[in-house]
């Protein structure tokens, strides 16, 4: 088949923090290849468009037409590169079709390996696999002839965009988190609200919560990149906080997407003293907590003398805005690749 080398082949996937990235990603190699050079195929609206014409939608049937569009668009397409996107509903077949096809196909993983598992069924489908994370990852690669690649998130493009509020010694709120609510993260808020500090909370299943950070919830449903960057540019501190607590895992701990948002936001970022923290946050300023107790003190540490910490917030920005950002993963992506 005639491949066009410079062309890529970009899957979204259907919602979520997944989503955002994927659409980050696509805006990115879009920037870089330009329209003639780059093909988005968004799953949500073929998902949503085979589920509203079946009388009866069947999930698998669903996710067999969306995979048939997408193969005979990206073979259409003569694309010589195909990256898929977290959480996108690609099969095994799919992407075992097209590299017979001589497409070579790529993942980005930026999903925890340990509470989302499909990767496991389809890795072997995967020319190259890049994961923020690294665990058993690399293993599993090399076992099943795909090619392991370290490759961290970055930060959305609405926490780069320049600030419209005061600055940053005046910001309103202490500590800002964004993600969903589960009983390990309760548990490390509700001990800084117990400790005097103001917080400001945000995302999905918060609404359902009641106790005392109730009044310190400012959207208890889906946040958006652009809202969740309002929110931090409003606080001083940006919290970075696992589902659930390391010590069981410690290794293995999964590390925010959102840290990046949390640096390009202006903020000093806190989160918990795990080894993947270190690999993904090389040459940034940030501090470790290990529990409850010195996540408050590390807190109120910071906040006792912040106008130091805003020359270092600053520095921070400036590094994450420029080598942290979508576009430097997408040129990542595509320099590893190589032509065909």
């Keep these: 088949m005639n491949h066009r080398s410079h062309a890529w082949f970009i899957v979204l996937p259907p919602d979520g923090a997944a989503r955002e990235a994927g659409l980050e990603t696509a805006a990115s190699f879009e920037s870089i290849l330009g329209p003639d050079g780059c093909k988005i195929f968004d799953s949500k609206k073929y998902l949503d468009f085979f589920s509203g014409k079946l009388r009866n939608p069947d999930e698998n049937l669903v996710v067999d037409l969306v995979n048939h569009a997408l193969a005979v668009q990206c073979l259409d397409f003569r694309a010589a590169n195909m990256l898929v996107c977290a959480l996108s509903p690609v099969t095994l077949f799919t992407l075992n079709l097209l590299r017979a096809h001589y497409v070579a196909t790529h993942h980005w993983f930026y999903e925890d390996f340990r509470k989302t598992a499909y990767w496991k069924f389809v890795l072997t489908g995967y020319d190259r ?11 599993f690669c090399s076992k099943y002839g795909s090619t392991y690649y370290f490759l961290p998130t970055a930060a959305a493009r609405s926490c780069c965009l320049p600030y419209g509020g005061p600055v940053m010694p005046d910001r309103a709120r202490d500590v800002a988190f964004i993600g969903i609510p589960t009983a390990y993260r309760i548990e490390i808020l509700e001990h800084l609200a117990s400790a005097g500090l103001s917080l400001s909370i945000a995302g ?57 948002d949390v640096l390009a936001s202006g903020c000093t970022l806190i989160t918990e ?6 690999q993904t ?22 906040l006792s003398d912040f106008e130091r910490e805003t020359a270092l917030c600053l520095t921070n920005r ?15 992506i595509i320099q590893t690749a190589g032509d065909r």
């Design 129 to 139: 696999f890049f994961a923020i994370q690294k665990g058993p990852l690399a293993e």
């Design 204 to 260: 999905l299943g918060w609404d359902r919560y009641t106790g005392p950070l109730s009044p310190m919830i400012e959207n208890g449903v889906w946040t958006d990149a652009s809202q969740a960057a309002g929110l931090l540019k409003n606080a001083k501190v940006g919290i970075n906080l696992s589902a659930d607590a390391p010590d069981a895992d410690r290794e293995n701990t999964h590390i925010s997407p959102r840290v990046f």
């Design 273 to 278: 003293n795990v080894p993947l923290a270190h």
């Design 281 to 302: 946050l090389k040459g940034l300023h940030y501090h470790t907590f290990t529990n409850k107790i010195t996540a408050a003190q590390v807190t109120q540490a910071i």
């Design 318 to 332: 400036a590094i994450v805005c420029q080598d942290h950002t979508f576009i430097n993963r997408a040129k990542t």
